[in-house]
Nanobody, 125 residues
Framework: VQLQASGGGLVQAGGSLRLSCVAS????????VGWFRRAPGKEREFVAR????????LYADSVKGRFTISRDSAKNTVSLQMNSLTPEDTAVYYC???????????????????WGQGTQVTVSS
Protein backbone atom coordinates (compact mmCIF):
# COMPACT_ATOMS: atom_id res chain seq x y z
CA VAL A 1 0.00 0.00 0.00
CA GLN A 2 1.35 3.40 -0.94
CA LEU A 3 -0.06 6.89 -0.75
CA GLN A 4 1.56 9.67 -2.72
CA ALA A 5 0.72 13.24 -1.77
CA SER A 6 1.55 16.09 -4.11
CA GLY A 7 0.57 19.62 -5.03
CA GLY A 8 2.20 21.60 -2.27
CA GLY A 9 4.22 24.72 -2.87
CA LEU A 10 4.74 28.36 -2.03
CA VAL A 11 1.78 30.69 -2.38
CA GLN A 12 0.91 34.18 -1.21
CA ALA A 13 -1.77 34.77 1.38
CA GLY A 14 -5.19 34.65 -0.25
CA GLY A 15 -4.03 32.20 -2.87
CA SER A 16 -5.05 28.63 -3.60
CA LEU A 17 -3.47 25.23 -3.91
CA ARG A 18 -4.84 21.81 -4.75
CA LEU A 19 -3.31 18.80 -3.06
CA SER A 20 -3.73 15.30 -4.42
CA CYS A 21 -3.33 11.91 -2.79
CA VAL A 22 -2.94 8.99 -5.17
CA ALA A 23 -3.14 5.47 -3.82
CA SER A 24 -1.70 2.20 -5.03
CA UNK A 25 -2.44 -1.20 -3.58
CA UNK A 26 -5.64 0.00 -1.96
CA UNK A 27 -8.99 1.38 -3.14
CA UNK A 28 -9.63 4.75 -1.55
CA UNK A 29 -13.32 4.88 -2.45
CA UNK A 30 -13.99 2.09 0.05
CA UNK A 31 -12.04 3.63 2.89
CA UNK A 32 -11.97 6.59 5.19
CA VAL A 33 -9.47 9.09 3.84
CA GLY A 34 -8.20 12.04 5.78
CA TRP A 35 -5.90 15.00 5.40
CA PHE A 36 -3.77 16.10 8.30
CA ARG A 37 -1.07 18.70 8.71
CA ARG A 38 1.87 19.45 10.94
CA ALA A 39 3.10 23.00 11.28
CA PRO A 40 6.61 23.75 12.51
CA GLY A 41 6.82 23.26 16.27
CA LYS A 42 3.25 22.04 16.51
CA GLU A 43 1.52 18.72 16.79
CA ARG A 44 -0.19 17.07 13.88
CA GLU A 45 -3.74 18.26 13.41
CA PHE A 46 -6.79 17.06 11.54
CA VAL A 47 -7.82 18.98 8.44
CA ALA A 48 -10.58 17.07 6.63
CA ARG A 49 -11.84 13.57 5.90
CA UNK A 50 -14.27 11.45 3.95
CA UNK A 51 -15.73 8.59 5.97
CA UNK A 52 -15.84 5.18 4.27
CA UNK A 53 -19.61 4.84 4.28
CA UNK A 54 -20.09 8.16 2.52
CA UNK A 55 -22.07 11.06 3.81
CA UNK A 56 -20.77 14.55 4.28
CA UNK A 57 -17.14 15.37 4.67
CA LEU A 58 -15.84 16.62 8.00
CA TYR A 59 -13.61 19.67 8.29
CA ALA A 60 -11.62 21.25 11.04
CA ASP A 61 -13.12 24.54 12.13
CA SER A 62 -9.96 26.33 11.06
CA VAL A 63 -10.43 25.36 7.40
CA LYS A 64 -14.20 25.13 7.10
CA GLY A 65 -15.49 27.17 4.20
CA ARG A 66 -12.02 27.47 2.65
CA PHE A 67 -10.96 23.87 2.03
CA THR A 68 -12.85 21.19 0.11
CA ILE A 69 -12.04 17.48 0.10
CA SER A 70 -13.11 15.46 -2.92
CA ARG A 71 -12.75 11.98 -4.38
CA ASP A 72 -12.04 10.76 -7.89
CA SER A 73 -12.73 7.05 -7.73
CA ALA A 74 -11.64 6.45 -11.31
CA LYS A 75 -8.19 7.82 -10.51
CA ASN A 76 -8.12 6.36 -6.97
CA THR A 77 -7.37 9.86 -5.76
CA VAL A 78 -8.53 12.16 -2.99
CA SER A 79 -7.87 15.86 -3.36
CA LEU A 80 -7.89 18.84 -1.06
CA GLN A 81 -8.72 22.18 -2.65
CA MET A 82 -7.40 24.96 -0.45
CA ASN A 83 -8.59 28.51 -1.01
CA SER A 84 -8.04 31.77 0.84
CA LEU A 85 -4.84 30.47 2.30
CA THR A 86 -3.25 32.23 5.25
CA PRO A 87 0.23 31.95 6.77
CA GLU A 88 -1.36 29.87 9.53
CA ASP A 89 -1.99 27.17 6.91
CA THR A 90 1.75 26.69 6.45
CA ALA A 91 2.52 23.06 7.25
CA VAL A 92 3.40 19.70 5.83
CA TYR A 93 0.17 18.11 4.67
CA TYR A 94 -0.37 14.38 4.85
CA CYS A 95 -3.05 12.12 3.47
CA UNK A 96 -3.96 8.97 5.35
CA UNK A 97 -6.36 6.11 5.08
CA UNK A 98 -7.61 3.12 6.98
CA UNK A 99 -10.35 0.53 6.91
CA UNK A 100 -10.69 0.43 10.69
CA UNK A 101 -11.55 4.06 11.41
CA UNK A 102 -14.78 4.48 13.35
CA UNK A 103 -16.86 7.60 12.95
CA UNK A 104 -16.19 8.96 16.42
CA UNK A 105 -12.42 8.86 15.95
CA UNK A 106 -12.19 9.78 12.28
CA UNK A 107 -10.41 13.03 13.09
CA UNK A 108 -7.78 11.27 15.21
CA UNK A 109 -4.65 10.49 13.24
CA UNK A 110 -3.93 7.50 15.47
CA UNK A 111 -6.88 5.75 13.81
CA UNK A 112 -5.19 5.71 10.42
CA UNK A 113 -2.89 2.96 9.23
CA UNK A 114 -1.44 4.23 5.97
CA TRP A 115 0.17 7.61 5.44
CA GLY A 116 1.57 9.47 2.49
CA GLN A 117 4.97 11.10 2.65
CA GLY A 118 3.66 14.63 3.06
CA THR A 119 3.77 17.70 0.87
CA GLN A 120 4.96 21.12 2.05
CA VAL A 121 2.58 24.06 1.86
CA THR A 122 4.07 27.46 2.57
CA VAL A 123 1.91 30.59 2.61
CA SER A 124 3.70 33.92 2.63
CA SER A 125 2.17 37.06 4.07
Amino acid sequence: VQLQASGGGLVQAGGSLRLSCVASGITLSRLTVGWFRRAPGKEREFVARFFRSGGNALYADSVKGRFTISRDSAKNTVSLQMNSLTPEDTAVYYCATSSRVILSSSSDGRSYDYWGQGTQVTVSS
